[in-house]
């Protein structure tokens, strides 16, 4: 209750357990990127709500990958079920057979209507257009007053690209995405090694 939080991408945030932001998807669009999604092999659509995620598949790789990121999942019957209950502010797609080279090339032609992004190699994310981490970070340094070198970003994947170029202190983990790495000031060890917590720890001379 302490702490500020950027959710799904910057499309929610939550300050001291009050959510200050949301930028809902319109729910016309919401049927529309199911009708496309649902005709991918390999492809389960997650909505992510303000109140929870929801998924309408019981495959055990999508309930074991989405436990990992979702304290608050839900399954439904079908997704058209929540939209209007909650609002839904990310759709996210885990794809079993690769995200780059599946969901994402066969939503680009989502790309006029949505903001559509790779954030792990399983991962497509798709939220309203020009949305991302960066566009919140800049608010939030806007909103307290901090330069760049006031914040720092780590990150490892395309979602975070945009954040991470809002910040002087870029920090990418040693398994990053060629293209974060590249455009990072910064670098630390794996997620796996803890990287980020190794990071602060030399940054701010932590003993824990």
Known sequence: K????????GTIVFEKGTCIYVNEIERSKLYQVLDIVRNIEGVYPI???????????DHPLLVKNAGMYYHRLKRVAYLEEVIGVDRICKVALYDTIGA?????LKCKKLSG????????????????????????????????GLSPQDCYAFGDY????????????????????????AVCRFHT???????????????FHLKM
């Open 158 to 181: 395309h979602n975070d690209i945009e954040m991470l170029q809002e910040v002087y202190h870029s920090v990418a983990v040693a398994n990053a995405h060629e293209d974060v790495a």
């Open 113 to 144: 209507f949505f903001s559509i992004v790779t954030s792990g190699k399983e991962w497509v994310d798709i939220a309203n257009p020009l949305v991302s981490k960066g566009k919140v970070v800049h608010y939030l340094k806007e909103r307290y």
């Open 189 to 203: 060890l794996s997620n796996e090694e803890e990287g980020v917590m190794h990071y602060l720890k030399q940054a």
């Open 100 to 104: 780059a080279q599946n969901a994402y």
């Open 47 to 57: 909505f992510c709500g303000v109140n929870s995620a929801y998924i309408e598949d």
């Open 2 to 9: 302490e702490m500020l939080f950027i959710c799904e991408n």
